[in-house]
């Protein structure tokens, strides 16, 4: 395939990954919805970090060890599953409907000012690195439409173009979330 068919195919397939609902879609979600836009904005920017990083051990060749350990792909599974559960006992214990509530009649947000930039960049980070799913994704994104032959500077901008969409997909969320 020429550079442009796998740039087109990298973006195209990275568009529709992060467009898909899944762990990092509910937590962009919550935090736009419940902290503030700009909480989703850095959420995002975590993501995209965390997009980084797999992009980076796939460019390395470190995925395919990954995929061929059982034992660190469930070590990876499982941190992450321990992860979504704090994630859901974090969001069965806020109080955002109270939250939605006083918005609603204020029109101000009292969690915005409470939920700072790092913490937001943090989930998003974590809730990106410790997807299982994210890993394969990746392995499978690298091993399937990348040739072998692809000059490391084509890898490098294939990282920075599925960062960009990650940025791109996850603020947008966060924008069309939270109007204010």
């Not at 947000?109 to 989930?123: I, V």
Request: charged fraction near 10%.
């Amino acid at each position: 395939m020429s550079f442009w068919v796998e740039w087109m195919a990298v973006v195209s397939i990275m568009l529709l990954g992060a467009a898909s609902p899944g762990p990092d879609f509910v937590v962009a979600v919550r935090n736009s919805v419940v902290h503030s836009r700009r909480a989703g904005i850095f959420t995002a920017l975590g993501f995209a970090s965390g997009v980084a990083v797999h992009m980076l051990y796939c460019i390395l060749g470190i995925a395919a060890l990954i995929a061929q350990s059982v034992w660190l792909f469930n070590i990876l599974k499982y941190a992450g599953a321990a992860y979504l559960v704090y994630i859901g006992v974090k969001a069965l214990q806020s109080k955002g409907y109270d939250t939605m509530v006083v918005v609603e009649e204020t029109g101000k947000n009292p969690a915005a000012h409470t939920y700072s930039a790092y913490r937001a960049w943090l989930d998003g980070l974590l809730t990106n690195l410790l997807n299982p799913k994210a890993t394969m994704f990746f392995l499978a994104l690298f091993t399937q439409f990348i040739s072998p032959d692809t000059p490391l500077w084509v890898l490098v901008l294939y990282g920075f173009s599925a960062c960009a969409v990650t940025i791109g997909w996850f603020s947008t969320v966060a924008i069309v979330l939270n109007q204010r």
